[in-house]
């Protein structure tokens, strides 16, 4: 079977300029270098397989893989699996690869910290950042917080790769690592002082003698100076080099930089990138010993961290339907106990018509059963506060969770439709309906569910639904049971989207969609009130809807929805499927597979040492150009021929021009951002050793462009039981008015406050203030994400920016984390560059 992951980011370009800086290593690729995620990957991949091998070995287990350079995460994955007794995750090991990397290249954006880049012999703070990034990331763990670990574990590797590739630690023949840089309690002993002379001029281009060899003989230790602004640095010390720094004209001329094979030093680039290597695996060892190797394998992502998330409509009209959903619920988690597709965290949120919450977090199946079954219906017809109950399960629960919704109400929360389907997009978490008329059963009326809700807000649930890539069902109280077998679809290891469509109004269309060798259990759902479709297989057979069990596979129908399971067997190859319905309806094709699409946002930084990116977490500017980038990680069998943007409730498609950058990296440039909300679908091919295979896959999530930019400041640190204040800034160029603001951060009982509104002019901007105090409790380390929303008049647009912070009682400045903006004009720019750091959750 393939074991790829295919990674596509987008890079926002053309309005953003930033100037150069001494990034490090390369971020993409070129000329044999090897690159920061090159770096990365290489010592993921070492580090996992040195764990598993002495796993192994702890165990009786044969362990053959050989650990060297030729390292691959399938290869490490099915030996880590052979250690384990059991399949471990190369999806989600690729996804930390992915995630981790981000985080490490968006550290270029710190364009003036010497400390970040080890310039300027700045070793003290340079080593400060590494020790509480790593401490940081240990609290992020102990807290069941990966993904705010792998962020800081990024931007700490970035900083100690930088150390091997712009101080002298090579050219006076070290052999090792240097640990002290990842040891707070050991000496930074030679280090040379603010009046040594380090360096002299190079001869030409030649800079292969140009450190001072009284330098070298006592091993002092020194890094280059550089500087895009000005030429000038003190006496006698060496430059950075390169052709944006303007200190490398000054005596001594040259550098030491060996960022890659073609910089002043390129020629120790390989022995400098192996110990940038050698350095990361220590580093790894360093987080494995101190939190275990359980929590290690997670923060690798070898092992699955799923999360079972429920929200529950309390509410005295649902009685009835609380015991069935109760049944569904407790089938739910019994047939997931013991397998390897065991949430490890189960989530509740219950609501009705007079509040909601409080978020119940509990790890053990057999009490979150208990808590479930402790629900008791409350008094009141009215509608429920649902999407509020839904917003805090999406602000506190992980990343592409699973949350299932059960209602039968109306929505009395429907202003917050905007800012959930925000979160959807900021967290990629599918969200499933089960909706239900059991205010009619109440009446023993055979009444259907658009009169008990109405037909706005079951468009509401839909709509909701169809930007995660999760379903709306419609069900009775005696049919609710059925929804299990839909479920268990969704929570499905290893899930992937191979087509998802919408159409409102219904039009008659023809789809296709093409199945590869590396899928399995293949299911198809048509979703609407009275859709009739015929399926097609690559032989030409066919099925109709109407056939419960025909040659193509066996259909179930659960209210509005209809399942068919595609028998297993030879189904590769192109499919098709035609659809005549009266009214709305979607089609969604998923299976398992080891091949999958991920999609960021991202930034663009035009510097000295190439192009490099950093994740932003804010929706692209409407009309507008951006590129992504197609990162195929865990093989190189894998030809990309399309990428596109497919417009989500229609035909219109972005088509993207795919330049290959690398073995498996490849750009693709788009010329605008459609209107409405859209999807990233891919098209490639699958090349095994005896044929070729296309392949298809498409984002779960719907994205959507946006013409509001929110830009904030933030200094990063802020200190357990001591205010914090943060200031922004809306602009638009479209309409004028009152915008509506919201904050929220994820950690509980935080204190914030921010203005409600701020009165924009059409075209204009205006500035306001957030101010939050974290509870005095908190642990040093702890990564807090803020979220700021801003809403258009009437709801016709909105945008959002995520500030990631680190509650500190450290002195060190650590800026393991940044806050996000998006700045689209060049005076911006400079506000942007000067005032504020930039990073991912």
Same mark, same amino acid.
């Given at each position: ?24 290593? %390369? ?82 954006? %710190? ?28 609290? &992020? ?77 006592? %091993? ?16 006698? %010390? ?52 101190? !939190? ?21 409509? *309390? ?114 978490? !599918? ?44 069900? *009775? ?115 398992? &597979? ?23 977490? *804010? ?89 509001? !930019? ?39 009982? *935080? ?91």
């Amino acid at each position: 079977m393939v074991s790829l992951v295919v990674v596509a980011v987008f890079l926002l370009q053309g309005a953003l300029f930033q100037p150069p800086q001494a990034s490090g290593f %390369k971020i993409l690729p070129a000329d044999g270098s090897l690159t920061h995620q090159q770096i990365t990957e290489a010592a993921f991949l070492r580090k996992m397989a040195e764990v598993c091998r002495d796993v192994a070995a702890a165990r009786g287990r044969d362990f053959t893989l050989p650990i060297n350079n030729k390292l691959t995460p399938t290869a490490v994955q099915r030996a880590c699996s052979n250690s384990y007794s059991s399949l471990l995750q190369i999806p989600t090991f690729s996804l930390a690869i992915a995630h981790t990397s981000l985080s490490n290249a968006a550290v270029d954006r %710190k364009q003036f910290s010497t400390a970040h880049h080890f310039d300027n012999e700045d070793f003290k703070n340079g080593r400060d950042l590494i020790t509480q990034g790593i401490a940081a990331v240990k609290v &992020s763990m102990k807290q069941g917080r990966y993904l705010s670990a792998r962020t800081s574990l990024g931007a700490v590797c970035h900083t100690l790769q930088d150390f091997y590739s712009h101080s002298n630690w090579v050219e006076l023949g070290s052999t090792a690592p240097f640990n002290t840089l990842i040891r707070p309690d050991l000496p930074l002993n030679n280090l040379a002082d603010s009046n040594t002379k380090t360096c002299k001029s190079c001869v030409g281009k030649d800079c292969s003698d140009n450190v001072l060899p009284e330098i070298l003989q006592q %091993k002092i230790l020194t890094s280059g100076y550089f500087s895009l602004l000005r030429p000038s640095k003190p006496a006698g %010390k060496c430059s950075h080099g390169g052709f944006f720094d303007q200190t490398s004209d000054r005596d001594p001329t040259g550098g030491i930089n060996k960022d890659d094979i073609s910089s002043n030093h390129g020629f120790l680039h390989q022995r400098a990138a192996e110990m940038a290597i050698n350095a990361t695996v220590e580093l790894l060892e360093d987080i494995r010993v101190a !939190t275990g190797n359980q929590a290690f394998l997670r923060l690798m992502g070898l092992s699955q961290i799923s999360v079972l998330a429920f929200v529950f409509d *309390t509410t005295g009209s649902l009685s009835n339907y609380i015991t069935e959903a109760k049944k569904v619920s407790f089938s739910i988690i019994d047939s997931r106990r013991g397998t390897s597709e065991e949430p490890s965290e189960y989530i509740l949120v219950p609501f009705n018509d007079q509040g909601f919450g409080s978020l119940i977090k509990i790890e053990n199946a057999d009490t979150f059963k208990e808590r479930i079954n402790s629900l008791s219906s409350t008094d009141g017809l009215n509608p429920g506060m649902c999407l509020s109950g839904l917003l805090l399960t999406l602000t506190q629960a992980p990343p592409s969770s699973d949350i299932f919704v059960f209602t039968d109400a109306s929505v009395k929360d429907s202003e917050l439709k905007s800012a959930v389907e925000a979160m959807i997009q900021i967290t990629k978490s !599918t969200v499933t309906f089960l909706l239900t008329n059991s205010i009619s059963s109440r009446s023993q009326q055979n009444v259907s569910l658009s009169r008990t809700v109405s037909q706005s807000d079951i468009q509401l649930y839909r709509d909701l639904a169809h930007i995660s890539g999760g379903q709306t069902i419609e069900v *009775t109280n005696s049919t609710l049971s059925q929804a299990a077998v839909v479920i268990a679809d969704v929570i499905t290891t290893g899930l992937v989207t191979v087509l998802y469509v919408e159409r409102s109004p219904a039009i008659v269309e023809n789809f296709s969609f093409v199945l590869d060798p590396s899928l399995s259990n293949v299911t198809v759902y048509v979703t609407g009130d009275s859709p009739v479709f015929t399926l097609y297989s690559p032989t030409g057979v066919s099925q109709s809807g109407s056939v419960a069990d025909g040659p193509l596979g066996s259909i179930l129908t659960v209210g509005n929805l209809r399942r068919l399971k595609i028998n297993s067997g030879n189904k590769t190859g192109e499919w098709k499927i035609s659809i005549s319905s009266t009214s709305s309806y979607t089609l969604k094709v998923i299976g398992q &597979s080891s091949v999958d699409v991920l999609v960021y946002f991202v930034e663009v930084i035009e510097g000295g040492h190439g192009e490099s990116w950093g994740q932003i977490f *804010t929706r692209p500017f409407i009309g507008r150009n951006a590129t992504l980038l197609v990162s195929v990680t865990g093989g190189d069998s894998v030809t990309v021929t399309d990428v596109l943007l497919v417009e989500a409730s229609g035909s219109g498609v972005v088509n993207g021009s795919i330049k290959a950058v690398g073995a498996t990296d490849f750009l693709v440039n788009v010329d605008r951002i459609p209107e409405g909300a859209f999807v990233v679908q891919l098209k490639g091919l699958l090349n095994d050793t005896s044929m070729t295979n296309r392949f298809q896959r498409q984002s779960p999530t719907q994205f959507k462009g946006s013409r509001i !930019t929110i830009t904030a400041q933030s200094q990063n640190i802020t200190l357990p039981g001591v205010p914090f204040s943060l200031n922004f800034t809306v602009a638009s160029n479209t309409i004028g008015g009152n915008y509506t603001i919201r904050a929220r951060t994820d950690l509980v009982e *935080t204190a914030v406050s921010f203005p409600s509104s701020l009165i924009l002019v059409a075209g204009g901007s205006a500035q306001g203030s957030i101010n939050l105090t974290v509870p005095s409790k908190t642990e040093s380390g702890t990564a807090v994400t803020l979220t700021i929303e801003a809403e258009a008049p009437g709801s016709t647009d909105l945008n959002y920016a995520i500030v990631q912070l680190t509650v500190s009682t450290a002195s060190a400045i650590f800026s393991g984390c940044y806050s996000l903006c998006m700045c689209l004009s060049f005076s911006c720019f400079f506000v942007f560059h000067f005032s504020m750091i930039l990073n991912n959750i």
